[in-house]
């Protein structure tokens, strides 16, 4: 079975918002006019966030309805490394998006997602997030630029070493497509 066109939109979709994101995450830390301007960073990259979450989810309930498996056409042994990668991208995703959440609690802050305001019931501890939750959330990060960095590799891989379709039938526009 091969990705939806929806489905394949929304993978190019979250692959440039989680570039997007970490590259404004990296920025808050670590650039001089970001960090003295980091309540508008705040929530840009919590609102980011939360749509890259919703997009995740709304992906993956399409994969799951559909009874889509990565690995399509692939040997037993890529099928499963394909699988493993997806299920280590969606959960690290979903795992990056509860810190996230937590921390914005934990600065008191609630959740902004456009003009909607949803206070969350955590006591406010900032001292907590610069301490220890901030670097999880780094630590997460990170982790998912590794995994992103393997699965485009393995694209890339497929596509230049292997001369298979992988990358051909990710594209958001191909010619399976009906109009």
Same mark, same amino acid.
């Not at 992906?59 to 042994?77: C, E, P, V, Y």
């Not at 501890?125 to 630590?139: C, D, G, W």
């Given at each position: 079975?091969?990705?939806?066109?929806? *489905?394949?939109?929304?993978?190019?979709?979250?692959?440039?918002?989680?570039?997007?994101?970490?590259?404004?995450?990296?920025?808050?830390?670590?650039?001089?006019?970001?960090? &003295?301007?980091?309540?508008?960073?705040?929530?840009?990259?919590?609102?980011?966030?939360?749509?890259?979450?919703? +997009?995740?989810?709304?992906?993956?309930?399409?994969?799951?309805?559909?009874?889509?498996?990565? *690995?399509?056409?692939?040997?037993?042994?890529?099928?499963?490394?394909?699988?493993?990668?997806?299920? +280590?991208?969606? *959960?690290?995703?979903?795992?990056?998006?509860?810190?996230?959440?937590?921390?914005? *609690?934990?600065?008191?802050?609630?959740?902004?997602?456009?003009?909607?305001?949803?206070? +969350?019931?955590?006591?406010?501890?900032?001292?907590?997030?610069?301490? &220890?939750?901030?670097?999880?959330?780094?630590?997460?990060? &990170?982790? +998912?630029?590794?995994?992103?960095?393997?699965?485009?590799?393995?694209?890339?891989?497929?596509?230049?070493?292997?001369?298979?379709?992988?990358?051909?039938?990710?594209?958001?526009?191909?010619?399976?497509?009906?109009?």
């Amino acid at each position: 079975m091969h990705t939806s066109r929806v *489905g394949r939109i929304l993978h190019w979709f979250i692959a440039l918002l989680v570039l997007f994101q970490g590259l404004l995450g990296y920025s808050m830390l670590h650039v001089g006019w970001f960090r &003295e301007h980091l309540t508008t960073e705040i929530l840009i990259h919590q609102q980011m966030g939360l749509l890259i979450f919703g +997009l995740s989810l709304w992906m993956l309930s399409i994969r799951l309805f559909k009874k889509a498996r990565s *690995g399509n056409g692939l040997n037993a042994l890529n099928a499963r490394l394909a699988e493993a990668v997806h299920v +280590l991208l969606y *959960g690290l995703i979903f795992i990056q998006s509860a810190v996230g959440i937590w921390m914005m *609690g934990l600065l008191g802050k609630g959740l902004w997602f456009f003009a909607w305001h949803v206070a +969350l019931p955590i006591h406010p501890n900032p001292v907590l997030v610069f301490r &220890e939750v901030l670097p999880i959330h780094a630590a997460i990060a &990170e982790s +998912l630029a590794g995994i992103i960095m393997l699965h485009t590799v393995a694209a890339l891989y497929h596509h230049f070493v292997l001369h298979d379709d992988v990358l051909r039938r990710m594209s958001p526009v191909n010619s399976s497509d009906k109009f």
